[in-house]
């Protein structure tokens, strides 16, 4: 380079705003988020379709999803829907079985089974729950991005058409698309809704609309914030606000499936029309076919990277390149940091074993409890201001509260006779407990027991509860009663 023009270079670099080379320099547009550009503004991802073998396994299990999520509460089973979580009377009715605000057990172990489940999948199968079955990749990829490819055409010409002025042509594409995704919204929404108050009474509030607007107004809340999710908001929903992808990286160990690009074999990228002989270059033409696919728009090719939420589109994308180039396929595949660096993926490992045991404890036990839960719950409680009455008889009055439900589709009639200790006495106001179908119902007990049956101000009564229906069970509970020479008189 000659004299004045080694002085020109250095005159043009001096003259570059210094500011725009820091911000180059601390944080070039490759190291931000893949939607948002190097000035901070939003990038919409309009992934390109590639139906291949991992696209269509995908498809059907979000069919499949579809018209589970559809079906659970339309389909009667037991006299209920399939769920029905009727928080109004505080019931749930899941697959023909009904749950009581007094089920905490089952609650706690439903509870723990899903909080270790998630821990195992994200250890064993990373984020492929993101997408294969999470609903904002099931619905945004397989039900709302499917309109707008129908109606707008291919991410280039959606791009040419936001582009373009405004015509009857464009505003009319326009309001059909978001036409149809409220449509899927407010099916969506309505569906979710009648999973706590059933489709009979959605459908029964819009008959009268006065008196269903809770139901009515959580309908018109999901629908519009389905429609700001599935319309705009997107994958940022799965890049920004989804704690799911943080946690991640947390659940992970080096056998942890996930997708990964084999560098060793496509490495140097170079382009097909750079290639010449003698040129070293690897599989990979950097076609950019593997983000272009991408629904977060990542680069799998940096390595792993918490933005991938594991669609497989770009091993789809990269799969149909590498067939065009009569190469094998595999270049971007499901593997392991392991398996990536030379060793062999352990699918059994300590972590993965004790996770499977606490799963089998907490769904195992969840089964059991199930498979012997009784036809009925009793539950005597303390009732009364006073813990304990002295009779001008000389005995000891105890007042209680009965509490049975009925955990059957049928009504049934319950009585309660005290065995011990002797020469106790119960007063039931109202005879026999009638309670109906899948209902609790409370009712004030009394016993009275000689005094002098008490140790250090207390005794233990044991009571036998039946029903016409076959039901029996015993029931001990603590009575209070005087101390010392108060017990004498």
């Not at 089973?77 to 007094?102: E, I, K, M, N, S």
């Not at 940091?337 to 300590?350: D, S």
């Amino acid at each position: 380079m000659t004299a004045p023009a080694a002085a020109k270079e250095e005159r043009e670099r001096a003259a570059k705003p210094a500011g725009r080379e820091r911000v180059f320099e601390v944080a070039p547009e490759e190291e931000l988020l893949y939607s948002m550009s190097a000035d901070g503004k939003r990038k919409f991802i309009r992934p390109v379709l590639h139906r291949g073998r991992y696209w269509k396994v995908r498809r059907a299990m979000a069919w499949g999803l579809f018209v589970l999520f559809v079906a659970l509460p339309l389909v009667p089973l037991g006299g209920h829907p399939a769920v029905h979580l009727d928080l109004g009377q505080r019931l749930f009715h899941v697959l023909g079985t009904t749950f009581h605000p007094t089920d905490n057990v089952l609650l706690l172990l439903f509870g723990f089974g899903v909080i270790v489940t998630v821990f195992f999948v994200g250890s064993t199968f990373g984020r492929m729950w993101c997408g294969y079955a999470c609903p904002q990749t099931v619905y945004l990829e397989f039900f709302f991005r499917p309109v707008e490819l129908f109606l707008e055409g291919t991410p280039p010409a959606q791009r040419k058409l936001n582009a373009a002025p405004m015509s009857a042509r464009k505003a009319g594409i326009k309001t059909a698309k978001w036409a149809i995704w409220t449509l899927l919204a407010l099916l969506l929404a309505s569906t979710f809704v009648a999973y706590f108050v059933s489709w009979k009474g959605l459908l029964a509030g819009l008959a009268s609309p006065g008196e269903a607007t809770g139901a009515l107004g959580t309908v018109a809340f999901l629908t519009a914030l389905m429609l700001f999710d599935f319309g705009w908001f997107r994958d940022q929903m799965c890049t920004v606000a989804c704690p799911y992808g943080r946690l991640q990286s947390v659940m992970a160990d080096p056998d942890t499936i996930l997708v990964a690009y084999d560098a060793k074999r496509g490495d140097p990228k170079v382009k097909v029309k750079d290639r010449v002989a003698g040129v070293a270059a690897g599989d990979c033409i950097d076609c950019r076919s593997c983000v272009n696919a991408c629904p977060t728009g990542t680069d799998i090719r940096r390595g792993l990277q918490s933005e991938c939420i594991g669609t497989a589109q770009c091993i789809d994308a990269c799969d149909e390149v590498m067939l065009g180039q009569k190469k094998p396929i595999g270049l971007i595949k499901y593997t392991s940091e392991r398996e990536e660096a030379g060793g062999t993926r352990r699918l059994v490992r300590p972590r993965n074993l004790i996770y499977l045991a606490l799963l089998t404890l907490a769904w195992g036990s969840l089964a059991f409890l199930l498979l012997t839960r009784a036809d009925a719950l009793v539950e005597i409680v303390r009732g009364g201001r006073e813990p304990y009455r002295l009779l001008v008889t000389g005995e000891v009055a105890n007042q209680q509260r009965l509490r049975v439900t009925n955990q059957l589709d049928v009504p049934q009639s319950f009585s309660v006779e005290v065995l011990s200790p002797g020469g106790a006495r119960l007063v039931l106001a109202g005879g026999p407990v009638d309670v109906p179908p899948e209902k609790v119902v409370t009712v004030n007990v009394v016993t009275t027991v000689p005094a002098e049956v008490f140790r250090d101000g207390q005794a233990t009564a044991r009571y036998l509860v039946t029903s016409d229906r076959g039901f029996r069970k015993e029931v001990e509970f603590l009575l209070l009663g005087p101390w010392g020479k108060e017990a004498g008189r």
